[in-house]
């Protein structure tokens, strides 16, 4: 077992003098490595539960659901399948009907359910399991996003998009054989969602001087590391190499448990992610194919950062309402953001998409997002205040 990341996680927790609660990760077992799903076989004899039920689509069955149920066939576990089925533009979304398919299919007495994919099926599986009042295990696919750790399942609900917190997994096998196998806009998405902490830490330490956000040292530093380790191993991940996934993936995690610690997603999403979200509304509401979370975040972190840049030290200089010791510290905080330029060339590294013509994403649905995204959440974003401060 490969207790590394959560000892890593206790000793921040352990660290922490923030004053908020922090909350144990109540993880049991956590492994990223070649071959992690032989522990799974004997995690899931350790607990004596015999009856799975495993949720794919039609890809991450073949990238990982088949094998991982022959394994399972041998030890004479029961299992069940959800095989989830794509909309009509090729995508798996994470909605009613999907919710539906998994809780009408699962078997009352199963005794745990089982996500095998990326970011989409893992907010199936975890807002199933939850309505159900089962665990789930997580069975990473692809190093695409930071939310497989998390308590947050987003749903498409009518169209529109919520956020729902529900559960954590249980236990996280990611086996870098099968990571390995992910495509190139995946592990560049799940590279892209790493480098919008960058906009998203500077929005929250921006929050925590001017409105008085909640802040916790210790998770923006977790966030930090995760952003630093995800960056250095730009090279491999290019590569698809087993070092590049496992450096990514943990970075990923790392970055989901500096949300778990906080207990809030304050340290990993700020104004980059308002824009994001604006932009998947809007290609929900027109019926497109949708695009890959974190490839959107790659784009949006070096345009938000240039808007930043060119707006910030100004805005803030000639606010009558900031201390000269607010100022100060806002100004250095925003000063070190890597500037969109510095974005893109991170993302090139890695293969990622680093234009809104790329992404498909009209200038008419840009304008609108700098402008309204920041209404999507109350979070006290820099890109809230450039648009509601006079
Ligand atoms: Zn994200
Ligand atoms: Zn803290």
Redesign the pocket.
Known sequence: MDLSLVDWYNKALSNCTCGHHHHPLSMEELTIKSGATDELRSYLLRKKWMKVHVVYDRNTRTAAGDQVVDQLTVDNIHIGISEIEEDENQDVIADEAAIMQVLTEVDHETDVLMAVGAGTLHDITRYAAYTLGKPFISIPTAPS???FNSMGAPIVLKKKKKTFQTQTPIALFADVDVLKEAPTDMTAAGFG?VL?KYTALADWHFGAITANEPFCDQAAEMTLEALNQAIQSAKDIRAGSAKGMENLFEALLKSGMAMSLFGHSHP??GGE?HL?HYWEMGFLAEGRKQLL??EK?GVSTGLIADIYHEHVEKKVALDPLLTDAQKERIALIFKDLPTGDDINTLLGQVGGKTTLAELGVEEVLYQESIHNAHTLRKRNTMLRYLNERE
Do not use: L
């Open positions: 996003v930071d939310g969602d919008g990993a999403s992610h994001s979370h974190g975040i």
